[in-house]
């Protein structure tokens, strides 16, 4: 099962099946992968659904088919269901697989590796004006790959989120220091891809897991000094960073979109306009996956998908914060590398929640490939130390839908100075 996970996921960061020689013998490689791992684990003894994303998720998904249902599109209820269960069963396959160290830093490498291919892809696109792929820069020399990641933020998504595996497995050195060079080699071209897409969500998601990292490790203080200097340096980049404000065309589309996001909120609370129907009642899409899944799963949908990331969130800061009683020298060894992987996933789903901010990107399967990831690190630390506290649905059914209201006041609260700035 676990070679197939790994497979299934090369697929979709590579996507070698959309290259234009191989995409023309229509090969039905990501479904029939897909299959051969689901198979696997169904045959498989060991099954573990000891997290609330497990239930979060399929809920998710219902609401999403009921929310085109519900606004008078019966056939967009069998479009939902096939558009995100590969998603979901991805999410739970690879969750179920990560048991092991072993096996979380094989999905780690795997994701580095494929992200340094399309980092590569990049440059070669920078230098030459096209990729191995046929593809080219877009119309202003920004690169992009195939597929889901034809969008420089996409691409830059992914890049940011990839950044700190890159750096988490560095450090574990071997082969005379070969080991570090090169994954510090593959951290450095990643940065280099984020630079190359020009894209001012992946910049500044890569400013805020910088942030996260240098408050983790010198404190508040030291942290806002040197991001200060950072976000500085940042501006001072040829990039389009330094256009971010309200009145710049693409910020001014973004900020009406998200805007009339809301309007479809308030016309359809409960449920939204249906997933998937965003830009049947604005031109742009919302450009913001927290405000799309407002708009188009309304508060119900908005509230489960916050708890799905929220539990993430919550694992991982879990881990950072909790104090085991550790019996000798190789639990306390044992206890540091899980809370120095938990700070790898921690600054992994920073950043990438934060560049979806910039992204209409709530249903896309790679923030579900990193919650899995998330997951399978939570349950394996949990297993060795089980004084690591078990999170229930049932305890948070008011926590949820509360903290969701106050993100929905937020946000909505932020569309309105930022319009007052027009």
């Not at 099946?17 to 995409?23: F, I």
């Not at 490689?29 to 696997?40: D, E, F, I, N, S």
């Not at 879990?318 to 921690?346: C, F, G, K, N």
Request: glycine content about 10%.
């Amino acid at each position: 099962m676990f070679f197939f996970i790994l497979l299934y996921l090369m697929l979709v960061l590579i996507r070698p099946q959309e290259y234009p020689a191989v995409e023309a013998m229509h090969l039905p490689l990501l479904p029939v992968t897909m299959a051969c791992a689901l198979l696997g684990w169904l045959l498989s003894p060991r099954k573990n659904f000891d997290a609330p994303q497990y239930r979060l998720l399929p809920l998710f998904l219902l609401v999403m088919m009921f929310s085109v249902a519900v606004n008078g599109w019966m056939g967009g209820v069998l479009a939902q269901l096939g558009g995100f269960a590969p998603a979901l069963i991805l999410f739970v396959l690879l969750a179920n697989a990560c048991t092991t160290a072993a096996r979380i830093r094989m999905v780690m490498i795997t994701i580095v590796i494929c992200a340094t291919v399309l980092a590569v892809h990049g440059m070669e696109q920078a230098k030459l004006g096209v990729g191995w792929t046929g593809v080219s820069l877009i119309e202003d020399g920004r690169i992009q790959y195939v597929g889901i990641f034809n969008d420089p933020n996409d691409l830059g998504m992914l890049f940011v989120l990839t950044l700190p595996m890159a750096f988490y497995l560095s450090g574990g050195g071997g082969l005379a220091g070969l080991k570090r060079l090169f994954w510090l080699g593959c951290a450095g071209m990643l940065l280099y891809g984020v630079y190359l897409t020009n894209s001012r969500g992946a910049l500044l998601g890569v400013a805020l897991v910088l942030g996260i990292y240098l408050w983790r490790r010198w404190g508040l203080v030291v942290a806002g000094l040197l991001g200060s200097i950072g976000l500085a340096g940042l501006l001072l980049l040829p990039s389009r960073l330094k256009d971010l404000s309200p009145e710049e065309a693409s910020a001014n589309g973004r900020v009406q979109a998200w805007y009339e996001g809301f309007q479809m909120f308030f016309s359809r609370p409960l449920f939204g306009v249906g997933a998937g129907n965003f830009t049947d009642h604005n031109e742009l899409t919302a450009h913001n996956s927290y405000i799309l899944v407002l708009a188009e799963t309304g508060f119900v949908g908005f509230t489960l998908w916050i708890a799905f990331v929220g539990y993430c969130l919550w694992m991982m800061t879990t881990i950072l914060r909790h104090r085991p009683e550790l019996a000798d020298a190789s639990a306390v060894s044992t206890w540091r590398r899980e809370q120095v992987l938990a700070t790898t996933m921690l600054l992994s789903l920073s950043g990438c929640l934060a560049t979806a901010f910039f992204l209409s990107r709530s249903y896309a399967v790679v923030l579900y490939m990193l919650a899995a990831l998330v997951v399978g690190v939570y349950v394996h630390a949990r297993q060795q130390f089980p004084s690591l506290p078990r999170f229930s649905l049932e305890r948070d059914v008011v926590r949820w839908p509360t903290l969701a209201g106050i993100a929905l006041v937020v946000l909505y609260l932020v569309v309105k100075i930022l319009l007052a700035f027009e």
